[in-house]
Each structure stands twice: as C-alpha cells, then as structure tokens.
C-alpha cells in the first residue's frame, strides 16, 4: 500500500490529520475515521491556524457540532484556494458522511439513514 501524499502539495509521506479534532489534549478524536493526508508542514501550518482561531480543542457535548462542522469546511476551503481536487479515502468519506448526518440531526431537518453509513 502507497503512504497517502499530502493533499495540498503532493508530498510522499504524509501524515494524517484529523480533521474533527479531541476536546482536548490526550482525549479520543472526535471522528476518528474522518483524516486528512498532510505533509509536516502542511500539517504544521494547519495546527498552527487552529491555535489562532481557537478551534484546536472543541468543547465536549453537543455544544462541539458547530466547531466540528467549522473545522472540515474551513480545511476544505483551503483545498480550494490551493486548486487541489478533494481526495478521500473510502473510510475518511465515511466519516464525513457521519459528520454530515449528525448535523442533519442537530438542525432536525431529515431523519438520517444511519444504516446507509457502515
């Protein structure tokens, strides 16, 4: 199996980061299966953001929805201003259909079909 390449610049290896993040240091990801392929300093740079805007421990509960949601969209934007293409992994995509499940939940607007996510 090939090291995923990092999603902004195409370098081999990358790491993988988690997009959700943990409420705080040490504790479970928040969506563990939802990662991101990054280099060290691509890697480094979006911890790095996080910290700035205060986005890199959510608090626990229901009350993190909004900054989980915040954090991917915010990634995502920058793969965009990057011109990069979007490339998940099948278990990473699972994750963002959880993700996007749990937020239909939060906002009532349709009863999710969680047996559609394995």
């Known amino acids: 199996m090939m090291a995923p390449a990092c999603q902004f610049c195409g370098r081999e290896p990358a790491e993988l980061h988690h997009l959700t993040g943990r409420p705080a240091p ?3 990801y928040l969506d563990p299966q939802l990662v991101f392929p990054l280099c060290r300093r ?7 953001l996080l ?29 965009a201003d990057a011109e990069r293409e979007l490339a998940l992994s099948p278990r990473s995509a699972i994750g963002l259909a959880r993700l996007l499940l749990d937020t239909a939940d939060g906002l009532a607007i349709a009863e999710p079909r969680r047996e559609a996510v394995s």
Not at 54 to 74: K, Y
């Open 51 to 79: 910290r700035r805007s205060r986005t890199d421990f959510l608090p626990a509960g229901p009350e993190q929805l909004p900054g989980r949601v915040l954090r991917v969209a915010e990634l995502l934007a920058r793969v």
């Open 42 to 48: 691509h890697h480094a740079q979006t911890h790095e």
């Open 26 to 28: 040490g504790a479970s």
